[in-house]
């Protein structure tokens, strides 16, 4: 019995004594096993990522979440088109305004009455555009939010038929017929334009794209918006006023620029994916100069509209107004770089914003 303790006490002694051959210890880089005089290192190799997709913008907070949504949303809807269309409907109100005790309250109302739906429908107009234009906006605009990843695709999803779905209703709570029909052909020929199915996707045809901004402009903002002022909210007859004539005659001139211009900057993707338009057919300087020519018809009209008006102060201020905006027009369009996508750009927004100084200057008329 006493051997066999002692046997075992033996044996644990032996456990706590470091083995000869095998030895552990801490080196540089890592652990070194040391065993029968050979070494081993091992070492963390970091493994690279896999993931290639972008990751969605997730902010930390709340208040930075929010803020981030809205500019982003802010800039999905172009919002040098809404700031157009918003001054159209200034312009086509104060065209059916008889006298000054007509701006009143009510008024100011119906011009948010045409505000609200039809900011909601040009949302979806923009945001369905850009979903089924996603793969081109990734050549020619990847500064968008859906292409740039500011927006998933789920959420533009969202974000359009929510539009929709509120447009409509709130144009139903209003109750103007001028107002529905003029928000439904909106609705209609833009669905038209973008989406992709039998008969449809009419941006295609660079003949269906011309006609569908020009219908749009020409006819269905200044017509719906000037007849809900003047029968729904004024309560008055729905005639044809000679200013509202040389409102439609100057939008058909310029939409039918804006129209054929839109694609010069576009022209890499469209050719890309099999868009025909104007400017992959006749070439972008030959196309930039038929729309830059039109721009300046149009501003004539204008000329000549200011010039028929009763009030000398409102002859000298359109003639004179509308005779510079030509004239600077036609100026800067000598220094475009066609060659540079930014530089036509640039020139696109001047047409925008000679566009909303052109609709204020008529609805002086």
């Known amino acids: 019995m006493q051997q066999r303790k002692i046997q075992i006490e033996y044996n644990l002694s032996r456990l706590k004594q470091p083995s000869i ?19 081993y290192i091992p070492k963390a190799i970091p493994k690279e990522s896999f993931a290639s997709e972008p990751r969605p913008y997730q902010p930390k907070h709340v208040v930075a979440s929010v803020k981030h949504f809205f500019v982003t949303l802010f800039w999905f809807c172009y919002p040098y088109t809404m700031f157009g269309r918003i ?16 701006i009143s309250p009510l008024f100011f109302i119906g011009i948010l009455q045409i505000l609200l739906p039809f900011t909601l429908i040009d949302l979806y107009v923009n945001g369905v555009n850009q979903l089924y234009d996603l793969e081109i906006d990734k050549i020619n605009k990847p500064f968008l939010p859906l292409p740039s990843g500011a927006f998933s695709f789920k959420t533009g999803v969202i974000v359009t038929a929510s539009s929709a779905i ?7 709570m209003i109750g103007s017929w001028p107002l529905f029909w003029g928000l439904l052909f909106f609705f209609l020929i833009w669905s038209g334009y973008s989406i992709k199915g039998p008969l449809l996707r009419w941006k295609k045809n660079p003949l269906l794209a011309a006609i569908c901004i020009f219908s749009t402009m020409t006819f269905i903002f200044p017509l719906s918006f000037f007849y809900h002022m003047k029968t729904f909210v004024l309560k008055k007859a729905g005639v044809f006023p000679k200013p509202l004539m040389f409102s439609v005659v100057f939008m058909s001139l310029y939409s039918l620029g804006i129209s054929l211009f839109k694609d010069i900057p576009d022209i890499e993707g469209d050719k890309a994916f099999g868009i025909e338009s104007f400017s992959t057919r006749l070439g972008q300087k030959r196309v930039f100069w038929i729309c830059v020519s039109i721009f300046e018809s149009a501003f004539g009209v204008a000329f000549l509209a200011g010039l ?9 201020l359109t003639g004179l107004g509308n005779a510079i905006l030509g004239s600077i027009l036609w100026y800067r369009a000598k220094f475009v770089n066609l060659n540079d996508r930014a530089s036509i750009r640039s020139y696109y927004m001047l047409i925008w914003k000679h566009l909303l100084t052109g609709i204020k200057e008529l609805s002086l008329k």
């Open 308 to 316: 028929s008006s009763p009030f000398l102060w409102v002859k000298i």
């Open 166 to 172: 509120l447009g409509f209703f709130t144009s139903y």
């Open 21 to 39: 051959n095998n030895e552990l210890k801490s080196g540089e880089g890592g652990f070194i096993y040391k065993e029968n005089d050979k070494k």
């Open 87 to 102: 001054l159209c409907t200034i312009s086509a109100s104060l065209l059916a305004v008889e006298r000054l005790s007509d």
